[in-house]
Every structure is written in C-alpha cells, then in structure tokens.
C-alpha cells in the first residue's frame, strides 16, 4: 500500500449486504458519522433476509451523500423474481422474497430500479470501482468464488481500476492483482459474530491511499425477536444460515 504523507482529499466509507439487519446497519451507520467521512457506498442487497426491510431501506434512502448500488435482493424487488419454471430458488426462499417485498412501498420499486449496478470515482489519478458483483453474459449476478490474484483479476476484468470494492459474497476479501486492489468488507449484517463490519478508504493529495476495515458491534436480539414477531418465513434457516451464534467466532 503507498505510504501515507499528504492531505486527506476524501475520506470514503464503504460497507455491503445489509440484508435488513436495522441494529447491525445502525451501529455501523453511528460509527461511521463518528470518523466523519464525505460520502458512503453501499455495494448491494439492502433488503432480504432480516427481519427490517422497509426501515433499513428507510435508513439509506434518507442519508445524505449515500451512494446505493445493485444487489440481487434489490433487483428482485425492483424488477421481479426470477420466473418460477426451472428457476433455482427453492420455494421457501421465494415465499421469504415476498414476505419482504409485501413490506415494501411499491412506489420504492422505480426508486430502488433506478440503482446502478456499478459505480467508478475518479480522484488524484486513481480510478475506484463499486459493484455487488460481476454479471453473467445473461445479466445476472455470478455466484461468489474463492479468490486470489488471478482469479479475481479475471472475474472482476478492471485492469485500470486501483480499488475495486464489491459484496455478494459475505466473507471479507483483500486480494491484490496486478496492480489492482480487491477489497470487500464482508457482509454488514450477516456476519456469525455481532458486528457490522465496513470500510474507510483515504485519499491523500498526490493520489496516496489507505483503507482500514473496520467493525461495530451490535445486539443482534432485536433481531431474533423481530423474526419471530413478524412470522419472517425460513426464519429458523436464517437463524442458524446469517447470525450470530454462541458456537464461537466466525466469520461468514
């Protein structure tokens, strides 16, 4: 990483994946405002999974110098659900995904549909890329793979971007290839240890860089209680599947 030595010119939070966990997003979010940042990314999928949907949705809506990019989750409420012939998601998943897009303001379909599904930010000759995640040639989100050097250089084909952040996959990534850097935090609110976790890049006059991961701690009981209060269906897979565990840390 290039040494640090010059004035701050942008001070950037990036996280992923919320997944409708409101006390993982709003520790994080506290946190966040505490370092003081000039813009936030989201890399995707702000709803699906936890019980808070329309309040996580709320949440980013409503924050300035938010930058909202495409997931799977959103695309799904936006545009629809894959067609029920032949599709791979099971039925259980698919009773979830309208469970959460019944909590939905239809009206938030042509707001959430109006996502990009990448974003580039040009600043002191660095080029920094957001996405969830490479699309297939049909358009849809690829499933997430191991990576190392050439592997993610391959997927990811940005060889003129220096950062690249993205999401999809839960598990924190930090692969550097070529001359290219592969960063996602992991999953903000499915992580099997109670923490939102995100990132801060810093951009320093010359064009210097540095990025710290960070985490927020949070209490994932509301979260439990919620499933369960509001009937969220497969809420006993995603118990076991997304949060927190007493089995000891790990990480998703």
């Known amino acids: ?27 994080a979010l506290a946190e966040i ?25 709320d949440r980013l809506l409503a924050r ?19 067609d029920e012939s032949g599709t791979w998601m099971p039925p259980d998943e698919r009773e979830h995904q309208r469970w959460v897009h019944q909590q939905l303001d239809p009206g938030l379909k042509q707001v959430v549909g109006a996502w990009p599904y990448a974003s580039t930010l040009r600043i002191e000759g660095l080029r920094l890329d957001f996405l969830h995640y490479p699309l297939t040639d049909g358009g849809t989100f690829r499933s ?9 250089s ?13 999401g999809h996959d839960h598990r924190l990534w930090n692969v550097t290839g070529g ?17 939102a976790r995100f990132l801060i890049v ?20 509301p979260v439990f209680r919620a499933l369960d209060e509001r009937r969220v269906p497969a809420r006993d897979f995603i ?8 089995d000891g840390p790990l990480i998703a």
């Open 1 to 27: 990483m290039p040494p640090r030595s010059g004035a701050t010119t942008a001070r950037i939070a990036v996280f992923t994946d919320v997944h409708a966990n409101l006390p993982a997003l709003d520790a």
């Open 33 to 57: 405002d505490r370092l003081g940042v000039d813009a936030t990314y989201h890399t995707g999928d702000a709803i699906g999974i936890g019980p808070f949907p329309a309040e996580c949705l």
């Open 64 to 82: 300035p110098s938010m930058h909202l990019l495409m997931g799977n989750h959103d695309a799904w409420f936006a545009f629809g659900l894959p």
């Open 144 to 152: 997430p793979q191991e990576l190392s050097p050439e592997s993610a």
């Open 154 to 166: 391959a997927l990811f084909q940005m060889p003129t971007s220096t950062l690249v952040f993205f």
């Open 179 to 195: 001359s290219t850097h592969f960063m996602n935090p992991g999953s903000l609110g499915c992580s099997r240890d109670p923490i």
């Open 202 to 221: 810093e951009v320093e006059v010359g064009g210097n860089w540095s990025v710290s991961f960070r985490n927020a701690p949070y209490d994932p009981d």
């Open 239 to 246: 118990r076991r599947t997304f949060l927190p565990t007493d």
